[in-house]
């Protein structure tokens, strides 16, 4: 194999992989936007009813009670929201990072193969050197 076809190989699998990881991102993007519509879904209802909660209530103490209870369950869930979405985020990034993973150990090893070739091409141009200089 030549120089070219190692080139137009080495770029086809980086682009290929490059697009693997794109897929990846997309993918990690929409999940995220998933959860994320489905959380703004459950905290409008969740505050919903809090509010017709708040509205039946007939003393001080109950009012204050029921507001407790909302800020407790309300941070509660804007905590396991933001673990979740930390998550997807983390689990995206490694995913994603896999394809491109691949593409730097192919190009150190191409890097190897080509200088090891480079300094056989070397010392049998300085052998061939040596060569002619003692038959002179």
């Known amino acids: 194999m ?5 080139a137009s190989k080495i770029t086809k699998e980086a682009m290929d992989n490059s697009m693997k990881s794109f897929a990846v991102m997309t993918k990690g993007m929409q999940q995220i936007a998933a959860e994320t519509q489905d959380y703004t879904k459950r905290a409008y209802e969740h505050q919903a009813s809090y509010f017709e909660r708040l509205m039946q209530s007939k003393s001080f103490d109950k009012t204050l009670e029921v507001q ?3 800020a407790k369950s309300a941070y509660q869930d804007w905590v396991a929201q933001a673990t979740k979405i930390g998550e997807i985020y983390a689990d995206t990034a490694k995913e994603a990072y896999r ?3 691949s593409n730097a150990s192919m190009a150190v090893a191409t890097g190897e193969a080509t200088a090891e070739k480079t300094v056989r ?9 040596t ?3 003692k038959a002179n």
């Open 121 to 129: 091409k070397a010392e049998a141009a300085a052998d061939k050197a």
């Open 68 to 70: 407790t209870e909302f």
């Open 99 to 101: 394809p491109l993973e």
């Open 2 to 6: 030549n120089m070219y076809d190692d």
């Open 131 to 133: 060569s002619a200089a």
